[in-house]
């Protein structure tokens, strides 16, 4: 063979071994290649987690722990009503603090359709209550109702800062009310699916609120909230169960218990701050006296009175048939009028078809006696159809909020469409309340209820000369106006109670209560009659 041919020879040789190697290289990088695009395996019937993969692709959810594995945190899980199994390979996080029963947790599964999961992560309380978010899968989720579809309800929703897509095919349940903007709802999600309502349900305020302060909450808290009621039950002692309103708490050697306004009785309001516990129970945090109340009121000066009072703003539909005492009819409510009470008529006359407001009382007998009436608008409220009534509620519906209340005495019909909000207090038997309604067929139709802070519930005291009151017509009926009393401003709602004609330069007590934007709401404005000086304590939350 030729020198020429043995150098080819060679060269050949060396071609084909590095051809050979080349293909082992490649071949040993798609192995790799496939390795990592199939992170799964099976091991004893279980899927094992064997990489890194993409984490975006793996559904996850957040849930509070309800049940762990015996002996160790190998096994069957329950997290947020959900099955959840954890095995060798599964990872646990405990950043933000221990795993444990009750403690809200993200749980990631392996594989879409898998109960197993990869990780466990704890989490802030808060994510689990009235949170929520892109990563939730198939979870339940409480939150505040942000933004919804105009003019339906397919389409886009936010709900405490996330947005859900509701269509065609979302069931839609409202027992606690319609749906709207500030309304608590509780969203489940279809499964698989990130945003993607299954069904939607509007829900008690309480079930939404994450809570005012920083104090941590016991085990097994996963919300808070607060309201005014009537005390129907309490134990001597006052550690135990205490039945308010509707709803049952109970009282610990830790609860706090305020009685500045006077000591627990039966029939009395109060208030209470309560925790909402994972099994559905509440566990009261503070109970207090809620009414405080500085007399000069000629029908009474105790508290049980104070309940028995409210006003209301509504049309004239009927007098007496002969002058202005007897029976007076407005927004389908009856009301007596004596000669104890005061007409004020300022600028017109009374008359059916004009807007007045009434203050009343309720006596022994179930009748509302009007201590005041004043005109507010003598050719009727221009353009609006609804009557308002302002008071304690008596009675509401065993189950949900659509059926028949009872508000100082009148009934009132919810139905699928009425609102309710519960910006004060949750709704329950003794709570103040004011109830804009139309009426239909002889039937007061609830158009809104929402809760109000009662009259002398508020957490501050003050005497002063009235300086300014915001009391022409329209604002007094329809919007908040403004007072200024003792150099001190106060908004008045239509839910503060006025007790009495007041003027310029009278001397007035007013609670009131402090907003998150620092305005001080009056609950309660009251005339005194002062023949020395007087020094009142102020007391502030």
Not at 283 to 292: C, H, V
Not at 355 to 384: C, H, S, W, Y
Not at 404 to 417: D, L, P, Y
Request: net charge negative.
């Amino acid at each position: 063979m030729s020198q020429v041919n043995k150098s080819l020879a060679s060269h050949w040789w060396m071609f084909v071994i590095a051809a050979v190697f080349g293909s082992m290289m490649v071949g040993a990088s798609v192995h790799t290649v496939l390795a990592a695009s199939a992170p799964e395996v099976q091991r004893n019937g279980e899927v094992a987690w064997t990489g890194d993969g993409d984490d975006n692709d793996r559904p996850r959810f957040r849930g509070l722990v309800e049940q762990m594995p015996e002996g160790g945190r190998i096994g069957e899980w329950r997290i947020g009503g959900r099955t959840v199994v954890a095995n060798a390979q599964t990872q646990f996080d405990e950043t933000e603090g221990a795993i444990g029963l009750g403690v809200c947790v993200k749980v990631e599964f392996v594989s879409q359709g898998s109960t197993t999961a990869r990780e466990i992560d704890s989490e802030p309380l808060s994510d689990c209550n009235g949170g929520g978010d892109d990563d939730d899968d198939g979870a339940e989720i409480y939150g505040i109702v942000e933004a919804m579809p105009a003019g339906g309800t397919v389409g886009a929703w936010t709900v405490s800062g996330s947005v859900y897509t509701v269509t065609v095919q979302t069931e839609l349940k409202t027992e606690y009310g319609a749906f709207d903007i500030g309304r608590c709802v509780k969203i489940h999600l279809m499964a698989g699916s990130t945003n993607t309502v299954r069904e939607m349900e509007t829900e008690r305020g309480f079930k939404c609120s994450g809570g005012d302060d920083n104090t941590p909450p016991p085990a097994g808290v996963i919300g808070r909230g607060e309201l005014y009621g009537e005390l129907k039950s309490f134990p001597q002692e006052l550690v135990g169960v205490w039945e308010i309103g509707v709803l049952t708490f109970t009282a610990t050697t830790n609860t706090e218990f305020k009685t500045a306004n006077g000591p627990f009785t039966v029939g009395e309001i109060v208030k209470v701050e309560f925790y909402v516990m994972q099994d559905g129970t509440f566990l009261a945090r503070e109970i207090k006296t809620a009414m405080a109340n500085w007399g000069g009121d000629d029908d009474d000066d105790d508290h049980g009175g104070d309940r028995q009072k409210g006003h209301a703003f509504g049309v004239v539909e009927q007098l007496p048939a002969e002058g202005l005492l007897g029976v007076w009819t407005v927004g389908g409510v009856s009301y007596s009028v004596t000669n104890n009470t005061e007409l004020r008529a300022r600028g017109g006359s009374f008359a059916v078809g004009v807007t007045v407001k009434i203050e009343f009382r309720v006596d022994g007998n179930g009748n509302r006696i009007a201590k005041e009436i004043k005109l507010m608008f003598p050719q009727g409220a221009p353009g609006n159809t609804e009557a308002t009534f302002v008071g304690f509620i008596d009675a509401m519906p065993p189950t949900g909020y659509v059926g028949q209340w009872v508000v100082n005495g009148v009934e009132f019909t919810a139905n699928a469409q009425s609102k309710f909000k519960e910006d004060h207090g949750a709704l329950t038997v003794g709570a103040y309340v004011k109830v804009e309604y139309r009426l239909n067929n002889g039937v007061r139709m609830i158009h809104e209820m929402e809760t109000a802070v009662p009259p002398g519930a508020g957490d501050d005291n003050f005497i002063g000369n009235v300086e300014r009151m915001d009391d022409n017509v329209i604002a007094a009926a329809l919007t908040d106006s403004v007072w200024v009393i003792g150099g001190r401003t106060f908004v008045v709602t239509p839910s503060t109670r006025v007790d009495g004609a007041l003027n310029l330069s009278d001397t007035a007590w007013v609670n009131s209560y402090t907003t998150t934007s620092g305005e001080q709401v009056a609950t309660r404005i009251q005339g005194l009659t002062l023949n020395n000086f007087v020094y009142l304590p102020m007391t502030r939350r």
